[in-house]
């Protein structure tokens, strides 16, 4: 009968209901997840989540059970008068307005608690990075190491990292889920954020992104995280410190300790060759060109991020718009790519150190960018392939990206000129590739 209440029905729709929750729990791994415990920003966060979430949850029952009791108990019977008019109860008013203040004070507590811990100084020994938000990609930069890089971001286990987060253009904000944020890149003032990632933590990949819509690129303005150990995150920083390396060569051959040589080399001189201890004269040094680290090339290992971390690898296709000669990559040439790099409009944008080419800073710098994971503010991956394409029309590749279009010929898709002068045709764009992927 219409209108009769069933509890059996109610029951099932109950069943069903929590049946379809736990499922939509049941996914797998989430390698974005903020629920992991890697720093005490994230522990600090998800500790206040689970409080709320327990004592919204014992809310949310009670008024439930109340509300349940209420209908059964003054649900409407055959027969009965005109239920007692509660009006002008000052008792039950005071009581329905006391039982919400007494929980948003419950609630208030563990918050602003919170809210002071995260929001005080870092520790004066943090680590200072630098955080600018561009449209659309990533700079960073580490003022106590000078160090500046793009898209990619290294930090060490067990040590405290303050964010310094400026935004040259329209408002970004940087997040990174399982590690901590997020925090608002604001026009015209610095905000704030540190955390430490746990001292235990093994090395380890994340993705970060921008959390606050800024163009039609928002979803493509990506990073990287490399999370690594002390040891490892010097090595790293030993290897970013060093300028440009051209072309990339083999670490020196190791020599004997105790020798003049031998410190010079481990200090980043020259390696000299001595003569015996018979009486002889030392050999007279040959001149060494600029083609020799001081120390290795140091980034966070191929086969780690291929076999536990294929959440990083980007899966973007190359777009049908435009097309590459391909077969100009197996000729290229990186000296003759330097030789147009250096007459191209690039130098106008990239900064490349140890150069002539390290004038400018509007893109993002090059000095290493061929020891990066990722091109196109973690759009691509790097490889010759992906690179070429991007060079030719940057905006083909990224809707909206302020990279102009490199190929000769094409149509800018932003300012929808054709390229003319200054355009590259696609053997130059090959070396170029070549001269950039030496750039270790």
């Not at 060490?156 to 997020?182: A, E, M, Y």
């Not at 995150?233 to 440009?244: G, I, M, S, V």
């Not at 020891?371 to 809707?399: E, Q, V």
Request: overall charge positive.
């Amino acid at each position: 009968m219409v209108g009769t209440f069933r509890p059996r029905r109610l029951a099932s729709a109950a069943l069903l209901g929590a049946l379809a929750l736990g499922l939509a729990a049941c996914g797998g791994e989430y390698p974005n997840s903020t629920f992991n415990h890697t720093t005490d920003f994230n522990a600090d966060i998800d500790a206040l989540w689970d409080k709320l979430l327990f004592w919204g949850t014992v809310v949310f029952i009670g008024v439930e059970v109340a509300l349940v009791y209420t209908i059964f108990r003054f649900r409407q019977r055959a027969g009965a008068g005109k239920p007692k008019q509660v009006h002008g109860n000052t008792a039950l008013e005071i009581t329905w307005t006391a039982i919400p203040a007494v929980i948003l004070i419950f609630i208030a507590i563990p918050t602003v608690r919170t809210i002071f811990k995260t929001q005080a100084k870092a520790a004066p020994d943090a680590l200072q990075v630098e955080v600018i938000g561009h449209q659309w990609w990533w700079e960073f930069k580490y003022p106590q190491l000078g160090i500046t890089t793009a898209n990619e971001l290294y930090l060490p286990n067990g040590r405290t990292v303050s964010f310094q987060l400026k935004t040259i253009d329209v408002l970004h904000s940087f997040w990174i889920p399982q590690l901590g944020g997020k925090r608002d890149l604001i026009t015209n003032r610095t905000n704030y954020l540190w955390f430490t990632p746990n001292a235990d933590l093994p090395s380890s990949a994340w993705n970060g992104f921008c959390a606050e819509f800024c163009g039609p690129s928002h979803a493509n303005m990506r990073f990287r995280v490399f999370t690594v150990t002390p040891q490892e995150f010097e090595q790293w920083a030993a290897h970013q410190k060093q300028n440009a390396i051209f072309p990339a060569a083999a670490p020196a051959p190791a020599l004997p300790t105790g020798t003049a040589a031998a410190s010079g080399a481990a200090a980043g001189g020259t390696p000299v060759v001595l003569a015996s201890n018979t009486g002889a004269q030392p050999a007279t040094p040959a001149p060494v060109a600029d083609v020799q680290p001081a120390v290795p090339v140091w980034t966070f290992p191929k086969e780690k991020v291929e076999g536990e971390f294929k959440h990083i690898i980007p899966t973007a296709k190359l777009p049908t718009t435009i097309s590459f000669d391909e077969s100009l990559l197996a000729q290229a040439d990186a000296e003759r790519g330097r030789d147009k790099y250096s007459k191209s409009t690039c130098i106008g944008c990239h900064a490349i150190g140890g150069t002539p080419f390290n004038m400018a800073n509007i893109g993002p710098n090059l000095t290493h960018v061929g020891s990066r994971y990722t091109i196109g503010a973690g759009l691509y991956p790097n490889d010759a392939k992906h690179l070429a394409y991007w060079i030719k029309s940057a905006g083909h590749m990224k809707p909206g990206s302020l990279m102009p279009t490199m190929g000769k010929g094409l149509t800018d898709p932003v300012r929808k000129n054709v390229v003319n002068v200054g355009g590259l045709t696609d053997a130059d764009i090959a070396d170029i590739v070549a001269y950039l992927q030496a750039l270790k």
